[in-house]
C-alpha cells in the first residue's frame, strides 16, 4: 500500500504546485512562516481549464512512464484531474481531486483522492480507490507569491489512508509526513521537448515515518501555472527520475 500513496503523492506534487493557493481562508493551528525572502517573486494564477499536458517520466530503476493530465477545473481551494499513465505494464486512466486549505502565508494540500480504473485481460476493469487526509494540512509552498530565498519547514502532519480495491478495504492510520521546501530562482529559462518556459524553480521534500527523504526540484512555468519539469533525488543529490513536458495545449 505504501508503493500506491508514495505514488499519489508524487501526483499530488506535479498537479498542484500552483494550484489551491489564491483563498484567504485559515485553519487551525497556525503554522510557521516562512523565511523572509530576498529577490525577484511571482504570484501563479490557476489552471485553465480544458489545459492538457503530456509528460514522459524516465527513471534509473523501472521502465519510462508516459502520462496526459488534463485539468477539468481549477480554484483556489480545489483541483480536479484526469490523467492518462501509461507504464510498461498497462495504460491507467485516473480521476484525481485535490482539497486545499491556507493557513497562515502557506497552502497545504488537506484531501486527495484518486480513483485508478486499469485493464486486466479475462479480469474487465479493475478500480482502486485512495483517500488520504493530512492533519494539519501537508504544506505545499507559499500562498502570496513564491519568492526567491523563500523557504519553509513543517512538522510532520497525520495522514489516514484508506485504499479500495477488489481485495477490500484497506486502512493505514497516523503516518507522519513532514514537508520542507525553498524557492531556488524566479524566472529561470527551461527548456524541453514542449519549449522553452519562463520558470519558478524550487525545491521541496516530503519525509514519511521511517523513511529517507525523497526531494524533488520542480520548475513551474510562470504562465500557465503547470510543471515543465521534475526532477527527483536520492539522499546524495543524484536524480533518479526526470519528468519533462511533451507538449501542452
Known amino acids: 500500500m505504501r508503493r500506491i500513496v508514495i505514488g499519489c503523492l508524487a501526483a499530488a506534487i506535479l498537479i498542484a504546485p500552483a494550484s489551491i493557493a489564491a483563498t484567504r481562508r485559515r485553519s487551525a493551528p497556525s503554522l510557521p512562516k516562512t523565511a523572509t525572502p530576498s529577490g525577484d517573486c511571482h504570484v ?44 510498461p505494464q498497462a495504460t491507467t ?50 500562498t ?7 523557504k519553509w519547514s513543517i512538522p510532520a502532519t497525520t495522514e489516514t489512508v484508506v485504499v479500495k480495491s477488489i481485495a477490500g478495504t484497506q486502512s493505514l492510520i497516523v503516518t507522519n509526513v513532514a514537508s520542507e521546501g525553498e524557492v531556488l530562482a524566479v524566472g529561470e529559462s527551461v527548456t524541453v521537448p514542449a519549449g522553452t518556459f519562463n520558470t519558478v524553480k524550487y525545491k521541496s521534500s516530503i519525509v514519511g515515518s521511517g523513511n529517507t527523504p525523497q ?5 513551474t512555468d510562470m504562465t500557465r501555472a503547470i510543471v515543465v519539469r521534475q526532477d527527483t533525488l536520492d539522499s546524495s543529490g543524484a536524480v533518479t527520475s526526470s519528468t519533462t513536458l511533451q507538449s501542452v495545449h
Open 44 to 87: 501563479f494564477g490557476l489552471v485553465t481549464a480544458g489545459t492538457v499536458a503530456s509528460y514522459l517520466t524516465t527513471t534509473t530503476s523501472s521502465g519510462n512512464v508516459n502520462f496526459t493530465i488534463t485539468w477539468i477545473s481549477d480554484t483556489p481551494t480545489q483541483t480536479k484531474t484526469t490523467q492518462q499513465v501509461t507504464t
Open 93 to 142: 486512466a485516473v480521476e484525481t481531486t485535490l482539497d486545499g486549505v491556507v493557513s497562515g502565508n502557506l497552502r497545504g494540500l488537506k484531501h486527495l483522492y484518486t480513483k485508478s480504473t486499469t485493464p486486466v485481460p479475462f479480469l474487465g476493469n479493475t478500480v482502486v480507490e485512495v483517500d488520504i487526509d493530512f492533519s494539519p494540512a501537508l504544506i505545499a509552498g507559499p
Open 144 to 150: 502570496e507569491g513564491w519568492c526567491a530565498g523563500a
Open 215 to 219: 526531494p524533488a526540484i520542480t520548475w
